[in-house]
């Protein structure tokens, strides 16, 4: 009895060479800002939102205790 064939995962990311988060979240904001300049408002919310987490990423956080 012959066995069954895994099916093969494909995928276009799988095929990219990982990038560290310093270099992919820059190309990603300026990704973003390119659109912001053709879209319409709701989406250029939802874009703005989107800029503002990945510079929240790369500002560097304080190494100090918060405190109580």
Do not use: C, N, W
Not at 36 to 43: C, F, I, M, N, S
Not at 49 to 66: F, G
Request: glycine fraction near 2%.
């Amino acid at each position: 009895m012959a066995r069954l064939q895994e099916p093969q995962m494909t995928s276009p990311y799988l095929d990219r060479p990982l990038l560290p988060l310093a270099v992919a979240l820059p190309r990603m904001l300026q990704e973003i800002e390119a659109a912001l300049a053709t879209a319409g408002p709701a989406k250029a919310r939802r874009l703005r939102q989107r800029a503002q987490l990945i510079l929240d990423l790369l500002t560097p956080r304080s190494t100090e205790p918060l405190s109580t």
